[in-house]
C-alpha cells in the first residue's frame, strides 16, 4: 500500500510492509541526496542543486524536511547512499552540518567515493584511496553496519560498485545469528526483471543495468564498459544465493534508481526503492 502526501514540497511515500512483526517499526527511507557543491565547473547542468546554502537550495532543502520530519516522528532515517555527488570540502561541510543530532544508518552509494563518476575506474583501489576522506564524516561503518530497531536488525552493506565480498556476507550471517529479522539495506538493487529495466529517462542516471547480479544474457546487451562494471563475480554470486536463502532477511531497501519502485525478490522477499531526494521524494516504511 502506497499512499502520497505532501508536506510543504517534500513528497513523503507511505508503504506497509509485513514481515512478521508483534509491533510495527516505522523508518524514514531517504536515498541519493546528491548534494552538490563547491565546485560548479562540474555543475553542467546535472542537478539544480547549486544554489548557495544561504537561498537554500533544492536539495538541501528536502533534505532539511525529511530531518526534520524524523526528528518530529521519532523515526529512524535509513539512507541508501548518494548523499554526495562527489568529494568536496563544502559537500561534507554541509553533510556534519544537515546531519549533526540526526538518527540515522547509512549504506554507502558510488558517489560517496568519488571525485567524479566517470574519471576513472571505480574499483576496489579507487575507493579504498578515498574512503579516508569520506568515513569520517558518516556515523555507520561504510563498508557493513548494523542496528536493532525494536526488535528489527537494519543491516546496511556496501555494494555501491555492484558486488559483494565474502567476509561481508560472513558479517551477514553473524547479523542473522542474533535471530532478529533482517532488513537489508543497500545502495543498488539485486537483480530482478523489473528492477534491470527502471529507468526514469534521464541519461544521465540511466547507467544501464545498474542492478547486482543480472544475469549473463541480460548483461549481453550493454556496452564493454557495462559489462566489466556489472558482471558479478563469484563472491558477488555466492552472496545473492545466501541473501535470497536466509529466512531472517524478511525485505530489501535500496538506492541508485532514481525512481519510486517495488517488486520482489524472485524468492518473494520485497525490494523497495525511493526515488532521489534532490527530487523531492522519501519514503516512511511501516515494518508490520
Not at 542543486?49 to 533534505?63: A, K
Not at 529512524?76 to 543530532?101: A, C, M, P, Q, W
Not at 565474502?166 to 558479517?171: L, N, T
Request: some cysteine; aromatic content about 12%.
Amino acid at each position: 500500500m502506497v499512499i502520497i502526501m505532501s508536506y510543504n514540497k517534500l513528497q513523503i511515500l507511505k508503504t506497509t510492509v509485513n514481515i512478521g512483526l508483534d509491533a510495527p517499526v516505522r523508518v524514514l527511507h531517504v536515498t541519493d541526496t546528491h548534494i552538490a557543491y563547491d565546485d560548479p565547473v562540474r555543475y553542467s547542468g546535472r542537478f539544480k542543486c547549486f544554489e548557495t546554502e544561504d537561498d537554500r537550495g533544492q536539495t538541501l532543502d528536502y533534505l532539511r524536511q525529511a530531518t526534520e520530519y524524523a526528528k518530529r516522528e521519532g523515526i529512524t532515517i535509513v539512507h541508501t547512499g548518494d548523499l554526495i555527488d562527489y568529494l568536496s570540502d563544502e559537500n561534507f561541510r554541509l553533510v556534519d552540518k544537515y546531519l549533526d543530532g540526526v538518527d540515522y544508518i547509512y549504506a554507502a552509494g558510488n558517489h560517496d567515493f568519488c571525485h567524479w563518476v566517470g574519471e576513472a575506474k571505480e574499483d576496489a583501489a579507487y575507493k579504498w584511496e578515498y574512503m579516508p576522506h569520506s568515513a569520517p564524516h558518516f556515523k555507520s561503518n561504510l563498508i557493513f553496519d548494523s542496528r536493532v530497531i525494536k526488535g528489527v536488525n537494519f543491516v546496511t552493506l556496501d555494494n555501491s560498485y555492484y558486488l559483494i565480498s565474502d567476509g561481508q556476507v560472513d558479517m551477514l550471517r553473524a547479523e542473522a545469528a542474533k535471530g532478529y529479522p533482517i532488513v537489508l539495506c543497500m545502495h543498488n538493487p539485486l537483480y530482478t526483471p523489473g528492477f534491470a529495466e527502471l529507468t526514469d529517462g534521464d541519461t544521465l542516471v540511466n547507467c544501464g543495468i545498474a542492478v547486482v547480479g543480472a544475469p549473463v544474457e541480460y548483461l549481453a546487451r550493454y556496452s564493454l564498459h557495462r559489462r566489466k562494471q556489472q558482471t558479478p563475480d563469484e563472491a558477488t554470486l555466492r552472496a545473492i544465493r545466501y541473501i535470497k536463502s536466509e529466512k531472517l532477511i524478511r525485505a530489501l531497501v535500496v538506492g541508485h534508481k532514481h525512481m519510486n519502485y517495488e517488486e520482489s525478490l524472485d524468492n518473494g522477499v520485497p525490494q523497495i526503492t525511493t526515488h532521489g531526494t534532490f527530487a523531492g521524494f522519501v519514503r516512511e516504511i511501516t515494518f508490520m
